[in-house]
């Protein structure tokens, strides 16, 4: 099982943007879930973390810009991001909460000045 990322792009400070996140196997259920992301030449890093029993976190830098939901009957999970910052550039996955499954490819999303 792999979970795929997608709705990253280019866009100014100040815009928005909502990432989609999607089982590739259709019998995997999702449990607790993260949004991740690796800026260049950073580490990976939680972002935000939806747990299963409805509790959220983000990490301080994206709190009250960010916001992690999840679609039971879509299988999807979704990352709003709003007031985007050039900080935020990077590749956006998603993945089990701790990850252990293997990372898919991610969303690029970069954030222009």
């Known amino acids: 099982v792999q979970l795929q990322a997608s709705g990253g792009g280019l866009v100014q400070a100040g815009e928005s943007l909502r990432l989609s996140c999607i089982a590739s196997?259709?019998?995997?259920?999702?449990?607790?879930i993260g949004w991740y992301r690796q800026g260049p030449g950073q580490q990976r890093e939680l972002v935000a973390g939806?747990?299963?029993?409805?509790?959220?976190n983000y990490t301080d830098t994206v709190k009250d810009r960010f916001t992690i939901s999840r679609d039971h009957v879509a299988k999807t999970v979704y990352l709003q991001m709003n007031s985007l910052k050039p900080e935020d550039t990077a590749v956006y996955f998603c993945?089990?909460?701790?990850?252990?499954?293997?990372w898919g490819q991610g969303t690029e999303v970069t954030v222009s000045s």
């Open positions: 196997g259709s019998r995997f259920s999702f449990g607790s």
């Open positions: 939806l747990y299963t029993d409805g509790r959220t």
């Open positions: 993945n089990a909460l701790p990850p252990y499954l293997s």
